[in-house]
């Protein structure tokens, strides 16, 4: 299956993608191959010249997607160290985005079977998570809480386990 | 995998992709979703393979593969009569609201489980669409990164607990850290945390496995040698470990592997460099007689594979004389233990074994990833000695500058016709 991203060099139709709100987007096939989805698409002859339609994914993040996949499709194999240290600053730069533009992306590399970009994405938001008091956390991602007090202090003593090896960040309970 | 013969692709169109689903949706909910479609007939259901073979949570939702018979249903119009948390859509509250909580479970479980475990667990108290999502996390990190990790017994009661209310979704990466790691009791422990890691619990349909396996800085028990079993491991990182050298068992679906011995380890003795000086009551060669390889066996069926040993543990030398064929290594680095003036038996050895193998990186006398030389040589089919792969093509010396050991090495390569 990996051989797929191999004949990013000899392949060079473009493949055209339409965003749910309808703007066309076009990328290398090595690109597009990149993506589950895309690539079985393409395998069972689904992408014409009108463009796959991806139902769920709108241009804001399709035209990310399309940019991260043709980034990595073009330096797929047999990177040398600084290609590799270059793609990782690449990965770094993109994935400075706002909350929003990173919901977008998670679902969309998800629906998409973008296996690095979903990686990338979920790695970001767990680094946003890591070391913050729950109060800090329903901040930064708009999270209501809808635990009334009493609930709250239920669900501390049941996972007393867990808040017992305290470290610096939450020491909520 | 995918078995969809020539003439099912005739009618471009009709083929409806359908992925993101939950993995609890079964074929059942699906069908009787899609069939209040009218026309769409689910004719043709497959788990897709996963990229590229590593199964993460995400992938493991059905990759449902759907033919509508006879074209024209509209994609848009299903999907948006899935349930609003199975597909998220597009700026529809873009403007602030709780957006994280709208997506789907498996995203957010791939999240969770790039936390530490502890902060995974705690996320329950964030709301109530947090309350039971750590029990689905698809990785468990105790100590990652930490200067200071905490001994087993330190994390023993979160570890028993968590692993009790887990719900049994495959975990794709364990890291387990210890700095301190005491007695018999905390290696049972310890192999019984593997196990419990590894082995299915409740779920009946999905694989309950580890794919990938990072185990850094540990110490290991002085007097029992651990034993890393757990045959799901695609990829294994075990650097930088105290004490004894565990023990790989068979790890078929293992494609990379790296075993990187930089410490003081127990497994080193004044009068044998291979562990069998033969000494009663050497502590050193003690309890690996009887079973032949350490490391090697077990990474017999790996692609590519890191050995770097930079202390004088015997262990690799030890596993040489009970050399595995690598029946699949292309890619594989070593340091200069490997390749000692004017001993190159360790090399020729694990060459003659390694029967594919493409590619062979040497990384001598250099420190860190910058090297100041590099050297690349290829390898003319014609007139390689038998004594290598057929399949070499590229010999890659890595060092800090050409000194006279380097040179050796380069001489001795020589002799293979490389």
């Known amino acids: 299956m990996a051989a797929a991203t191999d004949d990013a060099g000899d392949s060079n139709e473009m493949i055209r993608v339409v965003s749910s709100d309808g703007e066309h987007f076009e990328m290398p096939e090595a690109a597009a191959n990149l993506s589950l989805v895309l690539r079985h698409m393409i395998e069972d002859d689904c992408a014409d010249a009108a463009g796959i339609p991806l139902a769920v994914v709108a241009a804001k993040p399709l035209a990310k997607i399309v940019d991260y996949c043709t980034k990595h499709a073009a330096k797929s194999s047999g990177l040398t160290i600084e290609e590799a240290e270059e793609l990782k600053r690449f990965d770094a730069e993109f994935i400075e985005v706002d909350t929003d533009m990173l919901y977008d992306l998670l679902v969309a590399a998800d629906f998409m079977g973008v296996e690095g970009l979903s990686k990338l994405a979920v790695q970001r938001t767990a680094d946003l998570i890591k070391g913050k008091t729950p109060e800090q956390n329903r901040e930064t991602f708009g999270i209501v809480n809808d635990f009334t007090p009493e609930e709250e202090e239920e669900i501390c003593k049941e996972n007393e386990w867990a808040f017992q090896i305290t470290k610096p960040p939450s020491r909520l309970c | ?418």
């Open chain 2, 1 to 418: 995998m995918r078995s969809v013969d020539s003439s099912d692709v005739e009618n471009p169109g009709n083929n409806l992709y359908v992925t993101g689903l939950s993995a609890r949706v079964t074929d059942r909910d699906l069908e009787k979703h899609f069939s209040t479609e009218g026309e769409a007939l689910l004719s043709e259901c497959e788990r897709t393979e996963p990229f590229s073979q590593r199964i993460t949570s995400e992938e493991l939702h059905l990759q449902l593969f759907l033919r509508v018979t006879q074209g024209g249903a509209d994609t848009r119009r299903l999907f948006d009569g899935m349930s609003p948390r199975k597909m998220t859509k597009e700026s529809s509250c873009s403007a602030g609201g709780d957006r994280i909580g709208v997506l789907p479970d498996e995203v957010l479980h791939h999240v969770l489980s790039f936390l530490p475990a502890q902060e995974a667990v705690q996320t329950c108290l964030l709301a109530r669409r947090w309350l039971h999502l750590w029990k689905s996390t698809t990785g468990l990190r105790i100590g990652e990164g930490e200067n200071y990790p905490g001994s087993v017994k330190d994390h023993q009661e979160f570890l028993d607990r968590l692993l009790l209310l887990h719900d049994g979704a495959p975990l794709d990466t364990c890291v387990l850290r210890f700095d301190e790691y005491d007695d018999e009791g905390d290696t049972a422990r310890v192999n019984l945390w593997f196990q419990a890691c590894s082995s299915p619990q409740v779920c009946q349909d999905l694989i309950y496995s580890v794919e990938r396996l990072s185990v850094t800085g540990s110490k290991f028990s002085v007097t029992l040698r651990i034993h890393i079993d757990v045959p799901s491991i695609v990829s294994l990182r075990l650097d930088h470990f105290y004490l004894r050298t565990p023990v790989l068992e068979g790890m078929p679906s293992l494609v990379d592997a790296l075993v990187r011995i930089l410490n003081c380890t127990e497994d080193f003795c004044f009068q044998s460099d291979s562990g069998d000086c033969g000494r009663v009551g050497c502590e050193s060669c003690y309890g690996i007689k009887d079973n032949n390889c350490v490391l090697l066996e077990g990474l017999s069926q790996a692609k590519t594979l890191v050995l770097i040993n930079e202390y004088r543990s015997f262990i690799f030398k030890r596993d040489l004389k009970w050399c595995p064929t690598f029946t699949k290594l292309k890619t594989l680095l070593l340091n200069e233990y490997w390749c000692v003036p004017d001993d190159f038996s360790a090399l020729a050895c694990i060459l003659e074994h390694a029967l594919v193998l493409e590619n062979l990186i040497l990384h001598l006398y250099s420190e860190g990833p910058k090297h100041a030389m590099k050297i690349k040589g290829n390898c003319h089919p014609m007139d390689r000695s038998a004594a290598i792969s057929g399949h070499l093509e590229k010999v890659e010396i890595r060092c800090e500058a050409v000194d006279k050991r380097v040179l050796k090495v380069l001489k001795h390569l020589s002799t293979f016709n490389i």
